[in-house]
Every structure is written in structure tokens, then in C-alpha cells.
């Protein structure tokens, strides 16, 4: 079954850009600005999953990435060097739960339109928990700056390729309604992360659940990410629309 093509909604997008200005906690507009800006988006990047060799193996089998990731008491016992015990540290730093942006998806009715049916609903919620680890192994932070330079990564990787508008425009609103003073500086870092993320190579069917007990320094080197000091020698960029944005630390 195939999705039928949305148009794109421009007065819902701005809207949700602007709500999300406001207050950055809604994480529902987020999902607004996926329903408002899809136009064949969702089904264009679920069929890029489906044409790679692994995607029709994992579509049969289903497995529960975020099952997987909720045992938060498990994958703390890894060792420390591991991309489980690292998605624990980020998310607990953050209070934030396995099934976070699954929860705040539901708020948003529409949403599950794009993804009509048990395939296509599977291959949202795990990519909704995919975005947690980008932000592991990408190195980038889950404050507006971070979330800013992964939309930056995440379309170098392919969004580009795939022509999917709400990374583009999402990516572009963030750097534009960055706080006084922090515009250009964000502009910067976010094209830094772009042209890190063209040259990485992360597979839509890679095996998350398997690479969890894996050393992240191994992790990374398989997807082709360097190391973040190598494209933002004065650290990562953190902040949030309150006040300028300033380096950090790179994040381990």
C-alpha cells in the first residue's frame, strides 16, 4: 500500500517553525512540520530503506529498536565505551525515555498518515528512535544548537538525496531564528556538520540493535563519521533560544 502524496502546507510549517521559536519543548511541532512539508517525503525515504540489501530482511523480521532501547538499566551495565552505555548517559542527562518523540508523534493525528499500515508504521516508530542515536554517534547535543547541526548532518547523509523538504527547511529556519549575535556562527557549524554528514555512510537498515554492546569509537569508524574535533576543532556548538549560542566541549 502506498502512501498517498500530500501537498505542502506552508502556512502549517510557518506556524509550526514559529511555535517551536517559542518554546522548544514542543517536540509535537515537529511532527507538524513533517505533516505539513512531507510532500511524498515518508515514502520516498521508506522505499530507500526497502532497496537496500538489508531492508526487506528487517521489514519481515520487525525487530523492536525501542523495546531495546528502553532497558535503560541494561544497556547502563555495558561497559562504558559501548554506543548503549552512551545513549543512556545522553538520555538520562537529558530526562528523556525510550519512547519520547513515538509519544509526542501521537499528539500529532496526521502523522501516522504518512506512514499508512503495520510496515510503514514499524519503519517510523524505529526511525523516531533512530534520531536519539544520530545524536550518539553524530556527537551533537540535544539542546536547539544540537538539534540544529544534526538536521545540518542528517541532510548531508541524504536528505539531499532524497529530496526530503522538512530536513532542508527545518535545518534553515533553526540557523536563521538562531538567537541575536549567534546566526553566522551557527551557519558555520551547521555546514561543517553537512559536509561531515555527505561524507558519512549510514545505512537505512543498519542493525542498531546490534551495535548497541559495540565500542562507539568502532560504531562510527563503520559508518564512516570522523570524529567530531576533526570538523569542529573549537568543540560543538550548545544553546538554546534564550540566549547566543557558545562551544562546548566535543562530546565524547
Known amino acids: 500500500m502506498r502512501q498517498?502524496?500530500?501537498?505542502?502546507?506552508?502556512?502549517?510549517?510557518?506556524g509550526a517553525i514559529r511555535t517551536l521559536r517559542l518554546d522548544s519543548s514542543r517536540t509535537e511541532q515537529v511532527f507538524e512540520l513533517n505533516v505539513a512539508l512531507d510532500g511524498g517525503g515518508a515514502e520516498r525515504h521508506f522505499q530507500a530503506f526497502l532497496a537496500e540489501p538489508e531492508g526487506a530482511d528487517q521489514l519481515v523480521m520487525q525487530p523492536d529498536l525501542e523495546a531495546k532501547l528502553a532497558k535503560f538499566d541494561e544497556l547502563g551495565a555495558l561497559p562504558g565505551n559501548t554506543l548503549g552505555?552512551?545513549?543512556?548517559?545522553?538520555?538520562?542527562s537529558g530526562d528523556y525515555m525510550a519512547d519520547g518523540l513515538n509519544e509526542e508523534a501521537r499528539k500529532v493525528v496526521e502523522y501516522a498518515e504518512l506512514y499508512p499500515?503495520?510496515?510503514?508504521?514499524?519503519?517510523?516508530?524505529?526511525?523516531?528512535?533512530?534520531?536519539?542515536?544520530?545524536?550518539?554517534?553524530?556527537g551533537y547535543g540535544q539542546?536547539?544548537?544540537?538539534?540544529?547541526?544534526?538536521?545540518?548532518?542528517?541532510?548531508?547523509?541524504?536528505?539531499r538525496r532524497l529530496g526530503l523538504r522538512v530536513i532542508r527547511i527545518g535545518m534553515l529556519a533553526s540557523v536563521l531564528t538562531a538567537p541575536r549575535g549567534s546566526v553566522l556562527k551557527a551557519a558555520r557549524f551547521s555546514y561543517a556538520a553537512y559536509r561531515r554528514g555527505r561524507r558519512a555512510r549510514i545505512p537505512f537498515s543498519f542493525a542498531w540493535e546490534q551495535a548497541l554492546v559495540r565500542p562507539l569509537d568502532e560504531v562510527r569508524k563503520e559508518l564512516c563519521i570522523e570524529p567530531v574535533a576533526a570538523n569542529h576543532?573549537?568543540?560543538?556548538?550548545?544553546?538554546?533560544?534564550?540566549?547566543p549560542w557558545q562551544f562546548a566541549g566535543v562530546m565524547t
Open 4 to 14: 498517498t502524496r500530500r501537498r505542502v502546507d506552508w502556512k502549517r510549517a510557518f
Open 85 to 92: 552505555a552512551a545513549y543512556v548517559d545522553l538520555m538520562r
Open 117 to 138: 499500515g503495520i510496515a510503514r508504521d514499524w519503519f517510523a516508530r524505529r526511525q523516531a528512535c533512530v534520531h536519539d542515536l544520530m545524536h550518539v554517534v553524530s
Open 143 to 159: 539542546d536547539v544548537a544540537g538539534e540544529t547541526a544534526l538536521l545540518a548532518f542528517t541532510y548531508g547523509l541524504f536528505g
Open 233 to 243: 576543532p573549537r568543540g560543538v556548538l550548545v544553546g538554546s533560544n534564550d540566549a
